[in-house]
């Protein structure tokens, strides 16, 4: 075990790694460092005992330390450190497929290695024109994304989001082609919903005036997140991803879910699609998978997809599509342990078990100064704050920042407190949470 903290770092040795997603400036002036990890806790390198309710950055499921993680790992870099999947194949990479295969949404049965989030969205964006290619509808190329959707940052998820960051810096370089449903973030409507809000649902049939707008036959894929997290915990309401599926069905459409933060038990099942009883034709996931241990992502496809694509000369590439590591060896053993721990300690159901408690818990911040709603589902929870004027973001910052002062890390978009914690945590360490969130927002001007 790494149990001792490394030094603190001089100021000059910030300098040159460029944080990505960070306040550069701000962080190097006043560094957050972590040192090293164990359960639900984080140390900083001055030794400081930190309560992880991000599970990282929505990825550390099992919590952290996981020993036979780590064991796998280094037993797989001591037998092949690496192999290549183009053409070949190594056996590892097969018995992860048939495992992630096995606690899929149902038909799901067709498994597409990547290294990332970013990397599954664009992957699944590319099947699904090629899918259609291959089925002889070459012309439909569109894609409906939606309003705040955070799909990672390559320019496919770029395009496919609904960030306005990204519209505004990067909007001439975007993938054409591409519209918006309107999001489903109401607090007129929802506030303070516990669980899935109750209105809304009608929001879906958006998607048939943009069909009438763009006419079906362009119209390859609808990407959304079931329930959306970077934006600030966007969550469905009840009816309206059925509703989604009955329209692309109806359209010939595909519907792909972005799972890479609600994977592998966030929601109380292993994907959101089955708490939600939807199935998509492909499903994004990363995160979750290696616990965080070692970058991967997997997109899930339907089998229909993959066998449309199973046609042409037999010796001939019918995806032209992979990365060097896909698949890499030493990923499949780390996701492969994961999945044992998961399966063993039933953490891929246990956020259901936890969730009454959970949103018990989350709710008990209504009422307390600033806060406009509480959202919850699983074990997600998000609190948002109203916005000091002319500041948007300022107050969610300084009460990320005194959380993480007061041994609780959480994650801040805007002026929303997001929390993930890891599957495994306890009921004390949920009462700890939101008591550390409700004194700082009660000392947070
Ligand atoms: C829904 C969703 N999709 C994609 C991504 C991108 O994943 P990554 O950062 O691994 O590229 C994220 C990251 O948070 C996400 O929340």
């Given at each position: 075990?790494?149990?001792?903290?490394?030094?603190?770092?001089?100021?000059?040795?910030?300098?040159?790694?460029?944080?990505?997603?960070?306040?550069?400036?701000?962080?190097?002036?006043?560094?957050?460092l972590l040192a090293r990890a164990d359960g639900m806790r984080y140390w900083t390198v001055d030794g400081r005992e930190v309560l992880d309710a991000v599970a990282g950055l929505w990825c550390v499921n099992a919590g952290h330390g996981r020993r036979e993680i780590t064991e796998a790992v280094t037993q797989q870099l001591n037998t092949m450190e690496f192999a290549p999947t183009f053409q070949m194949g190594h056996p590892i990479a097969f018995e992860l497929a048939n495992r992630l295969a096995a606690i899929a949404p149902p038909g799901m049965d067709r498994v597409f290695f990547t290294n990332s989030g970013s990397e599954s969205v664009d992957t699944a964006l590319k099947i699904a024109i090629a899918y259609h290619r291959a089925r002889g509808a070459g012309q439909r190329t569109r894609f409906i994304g939606r309003e705040k959707g955070y799909h990672g940052v390559g320019f496919g998820g770029m395009s496919v989001g609904g960030m306005v960051n990204n519209r505004k810096i990067f909007g001439s370089s975007m993938v054409p082609g591409v519209d918006h449903l309107p999001h489903t973030l109401d607090l007129g409507h929802n506030?303070?919903?516990?669980?899935?809000?109750?209105?809304?649902?009608?929001?879906?049939?958006?998607?048939?005036?943009?069909?009438?707008?763009?006419?079906?036959?362009?119209?390859?894929?609808?990407?959304?997140?079931?329930?959306?997290?970077?934006?600030?915990?966007?969550?469905?309401?009840?009816?309206?991803?059925?509703?989604?599926?009955?329209i692309c069905d109806k359209n010939d459409i595909?519907?792909?879910?972005?799972?890479?933060?609600?994977?592998?038990?966030?929601?109380?099942?292993?994907?959101?699609?089955?708490?939600f009883d939807v199935t998509a034709d492909l499903m994004t996931t990363a995160k979750g998978l290696t616990n965080g241990a070692v970058p991967m992502g997997a997109v899930f496809a339907q089998r229909k997809i993959y066998d449309a694509f199973m046609q042409g000369p037999e010796n001939a590439i019918e995806l032209f599509h992979g990365y060097t590591y896909s698949a890499h060896p030493v990923a499949c053993a780390a996701a492969l342990a994961t999945l044992d721990i998961y399966e063993r300690e039933g953490l891929l159901t246990r956020a259901a078990t936890l969730a009454p408690k959970w949103e018990d818990a989350v709710h008990s911040?209504?009422?307390?100064?600033n806060v406009i709603d509480?959202?919850?589902?699983?074990?997600?929870?998000?609190?948002e704050l109203d916005s000091r004027a002319g500041k948007p973001g300022a107050r969610g910052f300084d009460v990320f920042l005194k959380c993480f002062e007061r041994g609780v890390m959480v994650r801040q978009t805007g002026d929303v407190?997001?929390?993930?914690?890891?599957?495994?945590?306890?009921?004390?360490?949920?009462?700890?949470?939101?008591?550390?969130?409700?004194?700082?927002?009660?000392d947070t001007d």
């Open positions: 075990m790494n149990a001792q903290p490394k030094p603190a770092l001089s100021p000059a040795e910030l300098d040159a790694f460029w944080m990505p997603f960070t306040a550069n400036r701000q962080f190097k002036a006043n560094p957050r506030a303070f919903s516990r669980g899935l809000p109750h209105w809304g649902a009608h929001l879906a049939n958006e998607l048939e005036r943009l069909i009438a707008l763009h006419d079906a036959s362009t119209i390859a894929a609808v990407i959304v997140e079931p329930i959306a997290g970077s934006a600030g915990v966007i969550l469905p309401p009840v009816g309206y991803l059925k509703r989604l599926r009955e595909l519907l792909i879910f972005d799972e890479v933060i609600t994977g592998f038990g966030r929601t109380g099942k292993p994907f959101a699609a089955q708490s911040l209504r009422g307390a100064k509480v959202r919850n589902y699983g074990l997600i929870g998000a609190v407190i997001a929390m993930s914690p890891p599957l495994i945590i306890e009921e004390k360490q949920i009462a700890r949470i939101v008591e550390t969130l409700t004194e700082v927002i009660r």
